[in-house]
């Protein structure tokens, strides 16, 4: 069993930045992927972004490519998603996850967080 906790959501302007972590509990193994999703009042959950635990193999969406960065500190057991130039476009609510497989990044995943809000204002 894995357990989720996501922080570092808020207001920011367009062209802000922000930093949101994904803090793990329980057995992580290597092989794991963690993702990034995101949900926007009345839109479907999208993939953002998702990194194998071992750091081999990142993927992001078209839409965040060059603006945001998933990386992971093995030690705290955390990912992170570094989010530059924010656009409106951007707020949603944002859910991190772990994948048991592990190679099917933009595939379906097995835990989930409740998801921290980032709004940003134009």
């Known amino acids: 069993q894995v357990q989720l906790v996501e922080s570092g959501g808020g207001l920011v302007q367009a062209g802000g930045s922000l930093r949101l972590s994904c803090v793990a509990s329980?057995?992580?193994?290597?092989?794991?992927?963690v993702g990034w999703f995101r949900q926007a009042p009345g839109k479907e959950r999208e993939f953002v972004a998702a990194?194998?635990?071992?750091?081999?193999?990142?993927d992001s969406a078209d839409s965040v490519k060059g603006r945001f960065t998933i990386s992971r500190d093995t030690a705290q057991k955390t990912v992170y998603l570094q989010m530059n130039s924010l656009e409106p476009e951007d707020t949603a609510v944002y859910y991190c996850?772990?994948?048991?497989?592990?190679?099917?990044?933009?595939?379906?995943?097995?835990?989930w967080g409740q998801g921290t809000q980032v709004t940003v204002s134009s």
């Open positions: 996850a772990v994948q048991v497989q592990g190679w099917r990044l933009r595939g379906k995943y097995d835990y």
């Open positions: 329980g057995r992580i193994l290597e092989h794991y992927a």
């Open positions: 990194i194998v635990w071992n750091g081999g193999t990142t």
